[in-house]
């Protein structure tokens, strides 16, 4: 057989050859790492609401507390090494995007705070913020044109 | 200087490879290859403040080196070959702004060290008397250009390669004692298609094939005639491909050939998945490794073929795919 007899054959013999991610083990460190992140999210609402704080409170002091710390580790050069074993699970959370903000700011700070920090900060979490905000204003067109007519959806 | 074949070039007085110098950063210095390289530095940023600088110094101070340990002077170098993969070669243009040199930047990715040396070759069959080459590359800067910051929690696939940090030089003379540079088979660009650009190994691996199977036909030698046949950075995945297109077209390369990418790591104690690449790659581990092994006969026939992915991080995003080029440089004493 010959592997580059025409380009749709190569492209499927590479492949083939090519080494997968070892799937199970990403998995699994991803559930319970994500988990672990999720229940330290949930100690601090918990915290938070015994110290008589109401719900939508408590959920931005989780928020900011999360974000903190992962900013923080980031800077410490600790978030990559625990981004590279969790992989989704550091990576879906608050804790993921607070990353993604921070790497390209500490990344382009060579270039200057203007075009470098303030320019590059978003280059990677642009599309999140791009996309979800225009979901939201999607999402909330739609709940005004229903509840105009009063039908109420929540 | 005569053409052979399709697109072999055979010297008439071979040249010689005078002097040879490499520097690595901290993580080659931890591959099985670090008692062979000149200098091994401590962290990525050697006393500078972005990782643009430090390999602009590393390629700048391995340049020194090799000047130094040639014995020549910066005035009897004819010309200057260098490259290096940042945009507009910063890298080379800056470390060598203050040599004195005449001065060609070149580009051919990862196989711009062999390109380098091809061409100072060529020269050295007419008008130079010393010819010089450098290239360099630096994992953090790379990663920077072409993918993500460094501080990014994500994960690499394991067809990605690690690019090298360190630079290699060399100083090509017209006359001399050996190693020679006999013959050069400057490669055609082949692209068969692949478009995932962390999977190199296998977007370079035809054109490596591609040229020396050229090679073969050109000159009339088979594998056997080398003692090793050396690609720059093809990785594990690129060099089992290789393996079995060799094998298809009739030549059996297992037992001679290797690759610097593999060459240069501790696949399993470092992580650095499918292997080393970037312009460093082959230029550190020839400079370093190959050459004391040429020096010290244990090779006396060397086919080193550097692969380059002809690519920007534009090109892959627009989703265009990577054609590769491999450069084959015939290197004996």
């Known amino acids: 057989m010959n592997p580059v007899e025409s380009k749709q054959e190569y492209q499927k013999y590479v492949e083939e050859k090519s080494p997968n991610s070892p799937i199970f083990k990403n998995c699994f460190n991803a559930f319970w790492v994500g988990g672990l992140i999720c229940t330290i999210g949930q100690i601090i609402l918990n915290i938070c609401k015994e110290r008589s704080f109401d719900t939508a409170t408590s959920g931005t002091i989780v928020s900011i507390l999360l974000i903190g710390i992962s900013a923080f580790l980031t800077g410490l050069n600790l978030f990559n090494k625990i981004g590279k074993f969790a992989g989704a699970g550091s990576l879906i959370p608050i804790t993921g995007f607070a990353n993604s903000i921070v790497s390209p700011a500490m990344e382009y700070k060579s270039e200057g705070y203007v075009m470098g920090v303030g320019g590059k900060m978003f280059t990677v979490a642009g599309p999140v913020l791009v996309f979800g905000i225009s979901a939201s204003i999607l999402v909330g067109i739609i709940y005004l044109i229903f509840s105009t007519q009063s039908i109420t959806l929540v | ?333």
């Open chain 2, 1 to 333: 200087m005569k053409k052979i074949g399709k697109q072999t070039i055979l010297f008439d007085n071979p040249p010689t490879i005078l002097e040879c110098a490499s520097i690595v950063g901290p993580k080659e210095a931890e591959g099985p290859l670090c008692k062979y390289f000149d200098q091994t530095l401590e962290d990525e940023f050697w006393g500078e403040k972005s990782w643009e600088k430090a390999e602009s110094k590393i390629i700048k101070e391995t340049v020194n080196l090799v000047i130094s340990k040639s014995g020549i002077s910066n005035q009897e170098i004819d010309i200057c070959f260098a490259g290096d993969l940042l945009n507009q070669c910063i890298s080379s243009n800056f470390g060598l702004r203050d040599t004195n040199v005449p001065f060609f930047g070149v580009f051919g990715a990862c196989s711009t060290f062999v390109e380098s040396m091809s061409l100072s070759a060529i020269c050295s069959e007419s008008f130079a008397n010393y010819s010089l080459c450098a290239t360099s590359s630096h994992f953090c800067s790379a990663e920077k250009q072409f993918r993500f910051p460094l501080e990014l929690g994500n994960q690499r696939p394991q067809s990605a390669q690690w690019t090298v940090t360190g630079s290699g030089s060399a100083i090509i003379s017209k006359t001399g004692q050996g190693p020679y540079i006999t013959a050069i088979t400057p490669g055609k660009i082949v692209d068969m298609g692949i478009k995932d650009a962390n999977n190199m190994g296998a977007a370079m691996a035809p054109a490596f094939a591609d040229t020396l199977v050229t090679h073969f036909l050109d000159t009339g030698r088979t594998p056997n005639y080398y003692d090793a046949i050396i690609s720059g950075d093809l990785g594990y995945v690129g060099k089992d491909i290789v393996i079995d297109i060799m094998a298809s077209q009739g030549y059996n390369i297992k037992s001679n050939y290797n690759d610097c990418g593999i060459l240069i790591f501790d696949k399993n104690k470092q992580d650095t998945h499918s292997g080393g690449s970037g312009c460093g790659c082959a230029a550190t581990v020839f400079s370093g490794y190959l050459y004391k092994q040429l020096q010290e006969k244990k090779i006396k026939r060397l086919l080193l073929i550097a692969t380059g992915a002809l690519m920007n991080s534009t090109s892959s995003h627009q989703g265009e795919s990577i054609p590769g080029i491999a450069h084959a440089i015939s290197i004996e004493i």
